[in-house]
């Protein structure tokens, strides 16, 4: 078990470009979530995955964002046309079970995007 | 909906003294309760959870967790601090579909 694992661990990027983070989940987790963290704040929902389909999407989420997991396994988070708000780390987590269940998620290390 | 409150956004304490990081919770369903830390430049680590029964939670480097309803908190303590412990903590719940709800963080700086 490798745990969960990013990457770009970090990402520099012009205002306007378009960038694209990775997540490979613990094997055999079905539920997949990736959270946006701030300095000085605690992780923000962004959205979440049961296999490979995505069960939702938090309003902080604009239509720049766009999350994959395709056959249900890793997990990609684009931002289009990125402005200088997007500045800050994406965390991804990956969990076993489903609802109800209390299952503890598990994060990977993040992915630190800053645009300049 | 679910919000978690942790008033204490710094807490200083001396090497070897006792602490307790207070975690407030809202909501109007049964949850699940968790405290994670965050060394700098990395990921949340589990440090221990709440699901169901006793409600002293013990968890990893020494840390436990006392679960009140009727005052709805999970405030998270250790009888002696190491230097090591410097981190921030973060409370957290999850609802009934597994989505999980943080805290703002208290960040933790032990002294010599």
């Known amino acids: 078990d490798t745990g969960v694992s990013q990457n770009p661990r970090h990402k520099i990027t012009k205002r306007g470009q378009n960038v694209t983070f990775r997540c490979d989940p613990i094997?055999?987790?079905?539920?997949l979530y990736w959270y946006r963290q701030t300095l000085g704040q605690g992780p923000e929902f962004l959205t979440y995955f049961q296999n490979e389909a995505q069960l939702e999407k938090s309003r902080l989420l604009s239509d720049r964002f766009s999350a994959e997991r395709p056959k249900g396994s890793f997990s990609t988070l684009e931002i289009q046309r990125t402005e200088q708000g997007d500045s800050a780390m994406y965390l991804c987590a990956s969990s076993s079970g489903g609802d109800g269940t209390g299952n503890t998620i598990y994060f990977g290390e993040g992915s630190w995007l800053t645009v300049v | 909906a679910q919000s978690v409150t942790q008033l204490d956004s710094q807490v200083p304490v001396f090497e070897e003294a006792p602490v307790e990081l207070r975690c407030n919770y809202s909501s109007s369903v049964s949850v699940y309760l968790f405290w994670y830390v965050q060394y700098p430049n990395q990921g949340l680590q589990l440090l221990l959870k709440?699901?169901?029964?006793?409600?002293l939670v013990k968890g990893i480097n020494g840390f436990e967790a006392e679960f009140n309803k009727s005052q709805t908190s999970f405030h998270l303590r250790k009888p002696s601090v190491h230097i090591s412990d410097t981190a921030e903590y973060f409370c957290a719940v999850s609802d009934r579909l597994n989505k999980f709800y943080f805290g703002s963080g208290t960040k933790l700086n032990v002294k010599p």
């Open positions: 709440y699901l169901s029964g006793s409600t």
């Open positions: 094997s055999e987790h079905n539920r």
